[in-house]
T-cell receptor, first 111, second 114 residues
């Protein structure tokens, strides 16, 4: 059964800290891994990763995929209170079009 | 439309009643997904439509749940004889195709079963 596991489940940091969120997966015929940010309702897209070792970067956020060890990390540097959200990891398979999501990591950034 | 639209945004119903949740995807998007999110949980896959292909219903939790997509656009998720454990936020998402990966989500329909 396809599975996505995120850790930690929750995290509290102070502004300016750097955080690393983890996502490990087991999926048949991996196609892509995606990161989403969910603040209140609709998750918003952050990154899509398909190749190992290639870092995707957007401002203070970056992500990388390791297809050999079956995991991805999402880094946030110089955190701000606006980074407080649930971060979701999802994995897609070539066998099917559906995306399987992990449980999410709840990040709280304190002033 | 400009984004994925879902209605109603909130629905309170009594146990045993049927409910219908509607999703209007982004125009031109061929893939449509339904997910369920319980309080403090991740997204649980329910059902996926891709073009004219048969839908992937593998995530529907029971035969009380069904969904259809008419004309390749609007989708309706129906829950019959609702139970308290059905209380959750039901999120709809669409994508240009099943292979682009990036899903665009609606704001969700919060269902409360009393």
């Amino acid at each position: 059964e396809d599975k996505v596991v995120q850790s930690p489940l929750s995290l509290v940091v102070h502004e300016g800290d750097t955080v690393t969120l983890n996502c490990s997966y087991e999926v048949t015929n991996f196609r892509s891994l995606l990161w989403y940010k969910q603040e209140k309702k609709a998750p918003t897209f952050l990154f899509m990763l398909t190749s190992s070792g290639i870092e995707k970067k957007s401002g203070r956020l970056s992500s990388i995929l390791d297809k050999k060890e079956l995991f991805s990390i999402l880094n946030i540097t110089a955190t701000q209170t606006g980074d407080s959200a649930v971060y979701l990891c999802a994995v897609g398979s070539s066998n099917t079009g559906k995306l399987i999501f992990g449980q999410g990591t709840t990040l709280q950034v304190k002033p | 439309g400009a984004g994925v639209s879902q209605s109603p945004s909130n629905k309170v119903t009594e146990k045993g009643k049927d409910v219908e949740l509607r999703c209007d995807p982004i125009s031109g998007h061929t893939a449509l997904y339904w997910y369920r999110q319980s309080l403090g949980q991740g997204l649980e896959f329910l059902i996926y439509f891709q073009g004219n292909s048969a839908p992937d219903k593998s995530g529907l939790p029971s035969d009380r749940f069904s969904a259809e997509r008419t004309g390749g656009s609007v989708s309706t998720l129906t829950i019959q004889r609702t139970q308290q454990e059905d209380s959750a936020v039901y999120l709809c998402a669409s994508s240009q195709s099943s292979w682009t990966g990036e899903l665009f989500f609606g704001e969700g329909s919060r269902l409360t079963v009393l």
